[in-house]
């Protein structure tokens, strides 16, 4: 303990741990979304012109715009960390707020493009769905379960970010002790991933 | 000795973190612009590759997992192995499916 550069070398944590708790915590984030890739491929492989038809439907302008601006979220949540090891509390501040605004930016797209699906009559259990072939309705009910659970963690990662934000401007995480901030950091990474992987799926491949 | 490591082994430019976004951007801009490109069952593969570099990306670089313990890394290994092993398995039991 002597060897810490640190002021807070009597203070009893571990960051390590705390981080590896949370890669854990994340591995089974990995098998929940994990099973629900599996499902989808499976179930493309065995209605693959219907998965085709279907995924032509998507909004690729939206789709794409969505995939940016978590990216660029990605990037202000990790400059946020940056800034606060270099004791730049303000700054990270700033980019942490911005991360909560590029999660509201992304859901209220959502909102726009789900609104625009309703209306056309496409929601799960619809008549106008029911009526189309099992693979198409198969598609839909994939789409809107793996994007609306990414949908959930987004709101989750918001405001799990917006208790870091209080957190760094009462004091709490600051330039010595950020691993809380490293944490929350890690689980918006994920969703990011998850999303790197649900645009392809859903908006681009036909 | 850990503690040290533990605090202050994160140390990141600014830089390097623009330097990722604009590579994760670009392939986001390439994956859509190759998406109206018909390379039939390749399509999906183009897709999936590009996917997996932004994944790494985001993984090493944000996720800092580069400059992690070796631990960290057998971690993400390991559980990355058995999604494959899932996945693998699932196919090689569907792909003998008689549609």
């Given at each position: 303990m002597s060897n810490n550069v640190h002021a807070e070398a009597h203070v009893h944590r571990d960051d390590i741990r705390s981080r590896m708790?949370?890669?854990?915590?994340?591995?089974?984030?990995?098998?929940?979304?994990?099973?629900?890739?599996?499902?989808?491929?499976v179930y493309r492989y065995l209605h693959q012109q219907d998965f085709s038809i279907a995924s032509k439907e998507m909004n690729t302008f939206f789709g794409t715009m969505n995939t940016v601006i978590l990216l660029t979220s990605s990037l202000t949540m990790a400059l946020s960390i940056a800034a606060m090891?270099?004791?730049?509390?303000?700054?990270?501040?700033?980019?942490?707020?911005?991360?909560?605004?590029?999660?509201?930016w992304f859901l209220i797209n959502k909102v726009i493009e789900w609104s625009a699906e309703f209306k056309k009559g496409n929601f799960p259990g619809s008549a106008i769905?029911?009526?189309?072939?099992?693979?198409?309705?198969?598609?839909?009910?994939?789409?809107?379960?793996?994007?609306?659970?990414?949908?959930?963690?987004?709101?989750?990662?918001?405001?799990?970010?917006?208790?870091?934000?209080?957190l760094t401007i009462k004091g709490i995480i600051n330039k010595d002790d950020y691993v809380k901030l490293e944490a929350a950091g890690l689980y918006w990474h994920l969703v990011d991933i998850i999303w790197i992987f649900l645009f392809p799926l859903f908006y681009l491949i036909t | 000795m850990e503690n040290i490591k533990s605090h202050s082994g994160h140390k990141h430019g600014y830089g390097i973190y623009i330097l990722v976004w604009l590579a994760l951007v670009t392939l986001t801009a390439l994956t859509a612009a190759v998406a109206?490109?018909?390379?039939?069952?390749?399509?999906?593969?183009?897709?999936?590759?590009?996917?997996?570099?932004?994944?790494?990306?985001?993984?090493?670089?944000?996720?800092?997992?580069?400059?992690?313990?070796?631990?960290?890394k057998m971690f993400v290994l390991v559980a990355l192995l058995f999604l494959l092993i899932s996945f693998t398995l699932l196919f090689s039991d569907y792909s003998s499916f008689v549609r």
């Open positions: 708790g949370m890669w854990l915590f994340l591995f089974s984030e990995l098998l929940l979304f994990g099973g629900l890739f599996l499902m989808y491929s090891q270099k004791g730049k509390r303000k700054l990270s501040i700033f980019y942490q707020s911005v991360t909560i605004l590029f999660g509201l769905l029911q009526s189309r072939p099992p693979g198409q309705i198969l598609y839909f009910g994939l789409y809107y379960s793996m994007v609306g659970l990414h949908g959930l963690h987004v709101i989750v990662g918001m405001s799990v970010i917006a208790y870091m934000l209080r | 109206g490109i018909n390379f039939g069952k390749l399509s999906i593969v183009v897709a999936l590759v590009i996917a997996m570099v932004k994944s790494y990306l985001v993984l090493t670089e944000f996720m800092h997992l580069k400059m992690e313990q070796k631990a960290f």
